[in-house]
T-cell receptor, first 111, second 113 residues
Framework: DAKTTQPNSMESNEEEPVHLPCNHS???????IHWYRQLPSQGPEYVIH???SNVNNRMASLAIAEDRKSSTLILHRATLRDAAVYYC????????????FGSGTQLTVLP | DSGVTQTPKHLITATGQRVTLRCSPR?????VYWYQQSLDQGLQFLIH???????AKGNILERFSAQQFPDLHSELNLSSLELGDSALYFC????????????FGEGSWLTVV
């Protein structure tokens, strides 16, 4: 599986936007970029995924670089409930293969 | 609520014992995955079943085994338990095939004393 690199931790102020970066320089053409998050003592939760174009949903936006070697998860207005570990994961398109989790980014939201 | 149900939520048992963790996937999901999360190891993939058949194995110990039943629920059996097996065990499910989103349960906390 292609590897992703994320900062260990980030801080944000409440109600401000947060940009969580992810590098995946060895991404292949069939890899989707997935983001999951894990709140304390809970199971990982799907956030968003994309292939080439930027994606938006009710939780977040995903901005994908033109060369696909990096992406950014954008939380438009961070709340205290967004404090979690955020994982950027590559997954082959159309595959039921498991997700391989790295260490992710611990996001702290300051009131 | 992800729709994935895991039981029990908490379990305390002694070393050397055997436990069974149970998972009910989301309605219609054919794939079930098991993960282990301990403090020092992060989320580790254990095993994947699709419609009753084993599809992939990760870092699963020989003392651990799993199965997926015809009604698609799954069980993870942990035997000869050691202190180091204390962890959160997550079950996840997906449609399988071209389905891309994997949904996780709340986990089963296992404490081995």
């Amino acid at each position: 599986d292609a590897k992703t690199t994320q900062p260990n931790s980030m801080e944000s102020n409440e109600e401000e936007p947060v940009h969580l970066p992810c590098n995946h320089s060895t991404i292949s053409g069939t890899d989707y970029i997935h983001w999951y998050r894990q709140l304390p003592s809970q199971g990982p939760e799907y956030v968003i995924h994309g292939l080439t174009s930027n994606v938006n949903n009710r939780m977040a936006s995903l901005a994908i670089a033109e060369d696909r070697k990096s992406s950014t998860l954008i939380l438009h207005r961070a709340t205290l409930r967004d404090a979690a570990v955020y994982y950027c994961i590559l997954k082959v398109a159309g595959s039921a293969r498991q997700l391989t989790f790295g260490s992710g980014t611990q996001l702290t939201v300051l009131p | 609520d992800s729709g994935v149900t895991q039981t029990p939520k908490h379990l305390i048992t002694a070393t050397g014992q055997r436990v069974t963790l149970r998972c009910s996937p989301r309605s219609g999901d054919l794939s079930v995955y098991w993960y282990q999360q301990s403090l020092d190891q992060g989320l580790q993939f254990l095993i994947h079943y699709y419609n009753g058949e084993e599809r992939a194995k990760g870092n699963i110990l020989e003392r651990f085994s799993a199965q997926q039943f015809p009604d698609l629920h799954s069980e993870l059996n942990l035997s000869s338990l050691e202190l180091g097996d204390s962890a959160l065990y997550f079950c996840a499910s997906s449609e399988g095939g071209a389905g891309n989103t994997i949904y996780f349960g709340e986990g089963s906390w296992l404490t081995v004393v």
